[in-house]
């Protein structure tokens, strides 16, 4: 390309010669442009000063994100992105895949506080061209960039010449931190799996799935006042292909076939998501359903039982109320008020025929107890 007042080269060349009748031949650097995302301050402004000591590099923006970068944009008019694993949200290894598939040419250079096989493993799996501890960034980091920008790191730069890692990309959806942190830790223990996103409620985690384009949807069952089968059926609306996995305090034969039919193909029981969800997550993947433990769907509920003309929320209320949860416990439990929970109670006593709250009480506790003994 032929670039202005008789200058020759690429757009992205790190030098040009132009021409000036005082000065002959004038070479003139253009630095690299590299945009890093990192998680913590202080890393984050030791890497932008090293990189910002070399002539030939040069910082055209930061983040603290992954989201944060992505709003931005910036980092696509840069020549290299450079991302800690550790970030809030999605990870720097899930961000690496994504900036692969959206920009193949742009090089990633992948950084950790620890350095292991198996982060290596995804790290080559998402076309990361470098990963590095953070260690030794003061001796490793300029020449790393410098060959990731002529396309020559891999193997010297912590990759290896191993197969590329096949992974699947988990958005979850819980209301409580603490279990999106549990089942975060889940996934991640997995070579095949990385959490790309969370969510706490109904609308953010659709706004993840629209966003992020996972490959599996994990989500409770209780979303901060609404349901997660909610979000399960808008997602298998506009989704279809996007399998769902369920996870819930309630027994599959409860509430597994209502799942399933709001689109869901997973229904895996809270207290027993560290042995099945994982299972219950390739299952699905693979195109089966998972439910009770094991592959295949639970029993279908019965068309005749009047409990089925109850609405999920109606039937989430009746099932606390057959366990034995007092209005104020299940209004506690489904983060609704009181007066809510006794508006559901009236609108099933309507529904179910029955005259008096305490026989709707005995009702649920004999409904339940037939269905999980």
Same mark, same amino acid.
Request: charged letters at 25%; aromatic letters at 6%; hydrophobic letters at 45%.
């Given at each position: 390309m032929q670039l202005p007042w008789g200058a020759s080269g690429e757009a992205r060349s790190t030098s040009v010669r132009f021409y000036a009748p005082s000065l002959r031949y004038t070479s003139i650097s253009i630095p690299h442009r590299i945009f890093v995302v990192v998680g913590q301050a202080a890393v984050r402004a030791s890497l932008s000063a090293l990189i910002q000591s070399e002539a030939d590099l040069d910082l055209c923006g930061v983040a603290a994100s992954a989201e944060e970068a992505l709003g931005e944009g910036a980092w696509a008019a840069c020549d290299l992105l450079l991302t800690d694993v550790a970030l809030p949200g999605m990870d720097g290894i899930m961000l690496a895949e994504y900036v692969r598939a959206e920009y %193949?040419?742009?090089?990633?250079? #992948?950084?950790?506080?620890?350095? +292991?096989?198996?982060?290596? $493993?995804?790290?080559?799996?998402?076309?990361?061209?470098?990963?590095?501890?953070?260690?030794?960034?003061? $001796?490793?980091?300029? %020449?790393?960039?410098? =060959?990731?920008?002529?396309?020559?790191?891999g193997e010297a730069r912590g990759l290896g010449p191993q197969a590329k890692a096949v992974l699947h990309r988990v958005v979850l959806v819980d209301d409580h931190?603490?279990?999106?942190?549990?089942?975060?830790?889940?996934?991640?223990?997995?070579? $095949? /799996?990385?959490?790309?996103?969370?969510?706490?409620?109904?609308?953010?985690? /659709?706004?993840? #799935? =629209?966003?992020?384009? %996972?490959?599996?949807?994990?989500? $409770?069952?209780?979303?901060?006042?609404?349901?997660?089968? =909610?979000l399960t059926a808008q997602v298998h609306r506009y989704h279809p292909g996007l399998p769902v996995v369920v996870v819930s305090m309630h027994d599959e034969a409860l509430f597994g076939p209502r799942a399933l039919a709001a689109g869901?193909?997973?229904? #895996?029981?809270?207290?027993?998501?560290?042995?099945?969800l994982l299972p219950a997550a390739r299952a699905v993947l693979a195109g089966q359903t998972f439910a009770g433990g094991a592959v295949g769907p639970p029993a279908a509920a019965e068309?005749? +039982?009047? #409990?089925?003309?109850?609405?999920?929320? =109606?039937?989430?209320?009746?099932?606390?109320?057959g366990q034995g949860f007092a209005p104020r416990h299940i209004a506690e439990t489904l983060c609704l008020s009181v007066s809510t929970v006794e508006a559901y109670r009236e609108r099933m006593k309507e529904k179910l025929g029955v005259a008096s709250s305490p026989v709707l009480l005995r009702f649920a506790v004999r409904w339940c107890k037939d269905r999980t003994e």
């Open positions: %193949p040419g742009l090089p990633v250079v #992948v950084v950790s506080a620890t350095v +292991d096989a198996a982060t290596a $493993d995804r790290a080559r799996g998402a076309g990361a061209t470098a990963y590095l501890s953070t260690a030794h960034l003061g $001796d490793t980091l300029a %020449p790393a960039l410098r =060959e990731a920008l002529q396309g020559t790191a931190a603490i279990l999106r942190w549990g089942l975060r830790r889940l996934f991640d223990s997995e070579p $095949d /799996f990385a959490v790309c996103g969370e969510a706490g409620t109904v609308d953010e985690g /659709f706004q993840a #799935v =629209e966003r992020l384009a %996972p490959d599996l949807l994990v989500t $409770d069952l209780t979303l901060d006042g609404r349901s997660g089968l =909610e869901a193909r997973g229904y #895996v029981r809270k207290r027993q998501a560290e042995h099945d068309a005749a +039982d009047p #409990v089925s003309a109850l609405s999920d929320r =109606e039937f989430e209320v009746f099932l606390l109320l």
